[in-house]
């Protein structure tokens, strides 16, 4: 039996969540398979396909969905489900998009819709 003051592990801050309003909340989320095997990385940005509902690694496509908890690999062969942040306060230089690309205005705006907002952690983290 374990004890309770004993220490379970540790947390380093990474500054993606910034912020206590909205509340985090953590909903599942199934991350369509990839061509090629991949890990995607905690903060990255998620779109949802409109004709399938799968999430995949925004990059203007589909509506921006969601943010990924933790790192996740992703491959090839089935879909894969995962803890994503459904809403939230974030900050955007955290998240991860995909290249060349840079989150817009409207993009900011159907996120805020459905919970996440965005807010500059300090330069320092």
Not at 8 to 36: C, F, H, Q, S, W
């Amino acid at each position: 039996m374990k004890e309770l003051r004993n220490k379970l592990g540790e947390m380093e801050y990474d500054g993606l969540v910034a912020g206590l309003n909205p509340p985090v909340r953590v909903d599942g989320g199934t991350i369509g398979k990839l061509t090629e095997a991949a890990v995607l990385k905690r903060g990255t940005l998620l779109g949802k396909a409109e004709d399938t509902g799968l999430l995949s690694l925004y990059g203007g496509t589909g509506t921006p969905d969601c943010i990924l908890c933790d790192d996740t690999e992703i491959g090839a062969d089935e879909d894969v489900t995962t803890a994503v942040y459904k809403a939230g306060c974030f900050d955007l230089e955290k998240l991860t998009v995909a290249e060349g690309y840079t989150v817009t205005e409207a993009d900011k705006d159907k996120l805020r819709e459905r919970g996440i907002v965005f807010k500059s952690v300090s330069p320092a983290l």
